[in-house]
């Protein structure tokens, strides 16, 4: 089993910044990659960011350009810098480690972005 701890989330107006952060724990060791998702009211879960542990990276095109995704992989977390925040950004975001087998999943954190 791999344990993921999500921190970071929280209230921030439009324009501004916030870093996500996550550790794994546990069985690390078939993680292949880490990542964030997030979850709207009334949306499905989607893909934010993605970075394996050689470093390749994948976006959704919504974020590309103000959205940073990174990961220390001698310490098992991923962390993702979010700036220029817009209103659809509210959301649930949770963290994700991938494995050959199976995916993990944190219990998410709040990002609300609101004047």
């Known amino acids: 089993q791999v344990q993921l701890v999500e921190s970071g989330g929280g209230l921030v107006q439009p324009g501004g910044s916030l870093r996500l952060s996550c550790a794994a724990s546990g069985s690390i060791f078939d993680i292949y990659g880490m990542g964030w998702y997030r979850q709207a009211p009334g949306k499905e879960r989607e893909l934010v960011g993605f970075?394996?542990?050689?470093?390749?990276?994948t976006y959704a095109d919504s974020v590309k350009g103000r959205w940073t995704i990174s990961i220390d992989n001698a310490r098992m977390q991923v962390s993702l810098q979010m700036n220029t925040l817009e209103v659809d950004d509210t959301a649930v975001y949770y963290c994700n480690a991938a494995t050959d087998k199976m995916d993990y999943w944190g219990k998410g954190t709040v990002v609300t972005v609101s004047s």
């Open positions: 970075i394996t542990f050689n470093g390749i990276t």
